[in-house]
């Protein structure tokens, strides 16, 4: 098969663009064409303009992915790369999940000013984070501490700790990683303490759902296994409605053909917490995460929109 040239479009941040590149070069080697056969077009989007709320209150997780989306739907990019966890639930009709590459490490990565553990921290203590999910995670942990907005590029975030601005920050080990900069993580934060948004860890890849022709080329550097468990993950949060203005956590493995299945919404002030897990067939993962997000829209006693 002969690859067209192929325009790939991304987010401008440092990390976006180290997750485009790795995109490109694992095509560019499984065609053994040269990487700059595929051109990196780079799109400021509302999101990265946003730095002084929280999205929830701008619009919610889509607001990093509609200039993409506009931009597929125009041609004037056949694909996109994301961070899964900004991936909206809902995509327009034209526009479909090719894929995803081999999933990082899900974990939560705790960077504390001088080393300070979660555990450590003294009362009153300033935990900078932009996500919802993190906030009422280290809350319900520890609900002496204060959480405070932290917007901004994965090296604005570790600046405002080196600082002193805030005493720690949580962000995700697989950016960290993707950037060169595991090494600025203080501690890894367990994973039945700190469960992951829905998609961390997974570099996702979106078409328009009419071009078949590029996803047959990207589909030698997919990951069937990581699309499972995602599905599971967004299968969940669709039932649950789910979006930034809500503290969800969802994370799904596979083994063979088995799927692993946790999920839990939390109170924004970490108060109360609703979780659930379902174990099955691979194959039926979004069923299994559709399921597993309905058990929890019965449990919750004013819905999902009581706890925003």
Avoid at 21 to 29: D, W, Y
Avoid at 91 to 111: C, S
Avoid at 292 to 300: F, H, P, S, Y
Wanted: hydrophobic letters at 45%; charged letters at 25%.
């Amino acid at each position: 098969m002969t690859v067209r040239s192929l325009r790939i479009g991304t987010r401008g941040s440092p990390l976006a663009l180290a997750q485009t590149h790795m995109v490109r070069a694992l095509l560019a080697k499984a065609h053994g064409l040269p990487e700059d056969h595929f051109a990196i077009d780079v799109i400021k989007t509302t999101g990265d303009q946003i730095q002084d709320r929280p999205l929830s209150e701008a619009g919610g997780k889509g607001l990093f992915t509609k200039e993409l989306d506009s931009a597929l739907i125009a041609g004037s990019i056949d694909f996109a790369v994301h961070s899964s966890k900004d991936l909206p639930t809902h995509l327009p009709a034209e526009i479909t999940i090719a894929g995803y590459l081999p999933r990082e490490d899900v974990r939560d990565a705790w960077i504390g000013r001088g080393g300070a553990t979660i555990d450590a921290l003294p009362a009153g203590a300033v935990v900078g984070t932009a996500s919802l999910r993190r906030a009422a995670q280290v809350k319900r942990r520890r609900p002496d501490l204060q959480t405070a907005l932290l917007r901004g590029n994965v090296e604005t975030r570790l600046r405002k700790v080196e600082s002193g601005e805030i005493d720690a920050t949580l962000l995700a080990l697989a950016g960290l990683k993707r950037l060169g900069l595991a090494d600025r993580a203080t501690a890894l934060l367990p994973l039945e303490h700190f469960p992951p948004a829905v998609g961390q860890g997974a570099i996702g890849i979106t078409s328009r759902v009419s071009d078949s022709e590029t996803r047959t080329a990207l589909a030698p550097i997919l990951d069937e296994a990581t699309a499972l468990a995602l599905a599971a993950e967004r299968a969940f949060l669709s039932a649950l409605d789910g979006s930034c203005r809500t503290p969800i956590a969802g994370h799904a493995t596979v083994s063979g053909d088995e799927l692993s299945f946790y999920g839990e919404v939390l109170k924004a002030d970490g108060s109360e917490v609703w979780a659930t897990r379902r174990k099955g067939r691979a194959i039926d993962a979004a069923m299994l995460g559709a399921d597993a997000g309905n058990e929890i829209v019965l449990k919750l006693p004013h819905g999902v929109a009581g706890l925003m």
